[in-house]
């Protein structure tokens, strides 16, 4: 909110205007002072279990029989107060507990610039939902092109590290050739020789491929379904609070 700079003019209706201007400020520190104690003392009275003992089996029931409030809204207040910070509840109570609850969907650290940068107050619930929606999605795709971006590296650092295996391979037989060569062998048993090392080789090589292509699969398949399951799981929680 703009800083607002008033200068009473000195008369009467400017007198009465600045006493209702006051009482206004401190009925809306009151109301968000009110959602943060009501959603605290509703968890206190859900976790102790106190509704025993005046009398309710369930705390359910009791906030709908002692309070009027539904057990839906009930438990949106308790885990709005357990994700948000009470700080942060308080300077957006004029959001509503609907809007506030939407923002536990915003990771902790990107929560209070998101308020900052959007006029929540002026959407509706269901444009904060879809605004929301959309942040998260593109936060999906950027932790799944920078997995991607560490598939890459990890296949990378694999791939040379195979071939620097290969290559010291390659050096020591190179080495024994050149042992055989000094010996009194013929010329074809050299050639021989020489032929399967090579073939020794390419055939490592191929299986070292192949193994290296399949670990590389089951991983990408293992990030794939752990991002699809994490999705599943934020539709999930988002379907129950509403």
Same mark, same amino acid.
């Given at each position: 909110?703009?800083?607002?700079?008033?200068?009473?003019?000195?008369?009467?209706?400017?007198?009465?205007?600045?006493?209702?201007?006051?009482?206004?400020?401190?009925?809306?520190?009151?109301?968000?002072?009110?959602?943060?104690?009501?959603?605290?003392?509703?968890?206190?009275?859900?976790?102790?279990? %106190?509704?025993?003992?005046?009398?309710?089996?369930?705390?359910?029931?009791?906030?709908?029989?002692?309070?009027?409030?539904?057990?839906?809204?009930?438990?949106?207040?308790?885990?709005?107060?357990?994700?948000?910070?009470?700080?942060?509840?308080?300077?957006?109570?004029? %959001?509503?507990?609907?809007?506030?609850?939407?923002?536990?969907?915003?990771?902790?650290?990107?929560?209070?610039?998101?308020?900052?940068?959007?006029?929540?107050?002026?959407?509706?619930?269901?444009?904060?939902?879809?605004?929301?929606?959309?942040?998260?999605? %593109?936060?999906?795709?950027?932790?799944?092109?920078?997995?991607?971006?560490?598939?890459?590296?990890?296949?990378?650092?694999?791939?040379?590290?195979?071939?620097?295996?290969?290559?010291?391979?390659?050096?020591?037989?190179?080495?024994?050739?050149?042992?055989?060569?000094?010996?009194? %062998?013929?010329?074809?048993?050299?050639?021989?020789?020489?032929?399967?090392?090579?073939?020794?080789?390419?055939?490592?090589?191929?299986?070292?491929?192949?193994?290296?292509?399949?670990?590389?699969?089951?991983?990408?398949?293992?990030?794939?379904?752990?991002?699809?399951?994490?999705?599943?799981?934020?539709?999930?929680?988002?379907?129950?609070?509403?």
């Amino acid at each position: 909110m703009e800083n607002l700079i008033i200068k009473p003019n000195g008369t009467p209706e400017s007198t009465e205007a600045m006493a209702v201007y006051f009482s206004i400020e401190n009925a809306k520190k009151q109301a968000a002072d009110a959602m943060v104690e009501l959603s605290r003392n509703l968890k206190t009275m859900r976790d102790k279990k %106190l509704y025993i003992s005046l009398g309710f089996d369930k705390f359910e029931v009791y906030v709908e029989k002692a309070h009027g409030i539904k057990q839906r809204q009930a438990y949106t207040y308790i885990k709005t107060f357990e994700d948000l910070s009470p700080k942060l509840m308080a300077d957006n109570a004029d %959001l509503g507990i609907t809007k506030l609850s939407l923002l536990c969907q915003v990771s902790a650290i990107d929560r209070e610039d998101f308020v900052e940068e959007n006029d929540l107050g002026g959407m509706t619930v269901e444009e904060v939902k879809a605004l929301i929606e959309e942040k998260n999605g %593109l936060h999906q795709q950027i932790s799944l092109m920078e997995a991607a971006a560490g598939d890459e590296k990890i296949i990378k650092d694999a791939q040379t590290k195979e071939i620097e295996r290969l290559k010291k391979e390659l050096a020591e037989k190179n080495s024994t050739i050149a042992d055989l060569s000094a010996a009194p %062998l013929t010329m074809d048993a050299v050639s021989v020789e020489a032929e399967m090392i090579e073939e020794a080789v390419a055939a490592e090589r191929a299986r070292a491929e192949k193994e290296m292509e399949s670990k590389i699969k089951e991983a990408v398949k293992d990030e794939q379904k752990k991002a699809k399951a994490k999705l599943d799981k934020q539709k999930e929680d988002f379907e129950k609070q509403q």
